[in-house]
């Protein structure tokens, strides 16, 4: 992610307000953010505003399933299955205003041209929902009782990861469109670790998506290598450290905009109700404090006052005009994981409901932030040295080929995975780190022809064991030329 020049910064910034978005975390709750950013874009393009909604924006942070909406609009659809809006790119020329006769007679030198910046189309809002509708209950995907969840996590990992990287693919957080941060909680370390868009390390989106979900007791810790530090990370859900993610957001953003005098900072709650204990409640020793049949309610009222302590500082800082849109969601309290057809639409029309109620306000936002002039900080693909990377990643990666045996094949490093394919006679494959993830190949001959073969399946699209095969282990057309 390049970032405007520093060293140039007391000379060239012009720009002294920057506007930030911040989405809390909550699970199946991001519906409701999902719902209100699908709004605001469609209240963009009633304003004639043609450039995408993540472009107005300097930095884009959340937690948990925050994280996974920011990541969601600052990931390019070129290089992930993300669906792109629909329109064309919007190309911004500068002019520049040559110099009066008096001005040059006192030696003002000319301004330099600045070059035209293509603002590429992000992704369609309006399909974040999709990312709950349709693939929440293969997320939280449980195949144990209740007592196994006593010993282990209640969901296995493989289900999200499969969906992470089947969204995401090969993306690196680095080539998010604009500045972008994703939180989570280093658990080896005892300390925040977020995810950086403008860090040099080589993340992936899918990574840092994992991390900031990684929700203790649902979810096993993500562990990562960060090649920075030369260190494995233990990392879990942000919502641990900051649920809500304002404060994070706005340091990060002192550091990113040396010279900026107003941050509008724009915070999408998942409507999570303030916990309160009955009075009954409130004396109840080590059991009433954790008892799981009551949401352990020591694990809630922190929560809840993290998250009111967050929105009291940012509503006092002097620099900040803090915007923080919540809904209270009236007696229904909904479970991250709950992804049943009542919560689902009830949660789609509160975020409905919450933008109805809200819509002066986030009109108003919106309004003042169209009028901005500056997009130096939204990534321009056409200037980038990976550009043809961008432009062919996604579908022209060469099969890695392999010459060893499969008892040759040395220790597979962190990352690659041993994979079986559904054949005859069970042969082994892997993924590996060096082919970004891609595939697995046949041992025999690493073709996908092969394995089609040996599975006889006839090699039509029609043939719905073929494209079975296909979207499975992320073939294309191409793998069988």
Request: negative net charge; hydrophobic residues 35%.
């Amino acid at each position: 992610m390049l970032l405007p020049n520093k060293k140039n910064n007391d000379k060239e910034e012009k720009i002294e307000e920057r506007y930030i978005l911040s989405i809390d975390g909550g699970g199946m709750r991001g519906i409701i953010p999902a719902v209100v950013i699908s709004k605001l874009a469609q209240e963009l393009k009633d304003l004639n505003e043609d450039k995408p909604f993540y472009s107005f924006f300097d930095l884009i942070a959340g937690t948990s399933t925050g994280g996974l909406i920011a990541l969601g609009l600052t990931t390019s659809p070129l290089i992930s299955n993300l669906k792109k809006e629909e329109g064309e790119d919007h190309l911004i020329t500068y002019e520049t205003k040559p110099l009066t006769f008096f001005e040059r007679l006192r030696g003002k030198k000319e301004p330099e041209a600045k070059q035209p910046k293509l603002i590429t189309k992000g992704s369609d809002c309006s399909t974040l929902l999709d990312f709950y509708k349709n693939d929440g209950k293969s997320i939280f995907h449980s195949e144990s009782r209740f007592l196994g969840q006593l010993l282990k996590d209640k969901y296995d990992p493989k289900y999200i990861e499969g969906f992470l990287n089947r969204t995401f693919k090969n993306a690196k957080i680095t080539q998010c469109l604009v500045p972008t941060m994703v939180v989570s909680y280093d658990a080896s370390e005892g300390i925040p670790f977020n995810f950086k868009s403008w860090d040099d390390n080589e993340f992936t989106v899918s990574q840092a998506a994992r991390a900031t979900s990684a929700a203790p007791t649902y979810f096993p810790p993500a562990i990562v290598y960060d090649k920075k530090e030369e260190k494995r990370r233990y990392l879990i859900d942000g919502g641990i450290i900051a649920n809500n993610p304002v404060l994070m957001a706005y340091s990060e953003a002192r550091k990113l905009y040396p010279n900026c005098k107003k941050f509008h900072i724009l915070a999408l709650s998942t409507a999570s109700n303030d916990y309160a204990m009955e009075d009954v409640d409130i004396s109840g020793g080590l059991m009433g404090w954790i008892d799981p049949s009551k949401g352990a309610p020591i694990q809630k009222i922190s929560s809840t006052s993290q998250m009111q302590l967050a929105s009291f500082v940012a509503n006092n800082i002097s620099d900040v005009e803090y915007t923080r849109v919540h809904y209270n969601l009236k007696g229904d309290s909904f479970k991250l994981d709950d992804t049943s057809s009542y919560a689902v639409n009830t949660l789609i029309d509160s975020g409905e409901q919450l933008f109805r109620e809200e819509e002066e306000k986030l009109v108003s936002f919106l309004k003042k932030m169209i009028k901005r002039e500056d997009f130096s900080h939204v990534l321009d693909i056409n200037n980038l040295e990976i550009e043809e990377k961008i432009k062919t990643e996604a579908s022209q990666i060469k099969p890695l080929e392999i010459e060893s045996k499969l008892e040759e094949i040395p220790v597979i490093e962190e990352n690659e995975k041993l994979e079986k394919l559904p054949s005859t006679n069970k042969r082994k494959y892997f993924f590996s780190k060096k082919n970004n993830g891609k595939p697995p190949l046949n041992i025999k001959n690493g073709t996908l022809s092969s394995i089609l073969d040996e599975d006889k399946v006839e090699k039509t699209p029609q043939n719905e064991k073929y494209q079975e095969v296909l979207d499975k282990y992320g073939f294309n057309e191409e793998d069988l030329k």
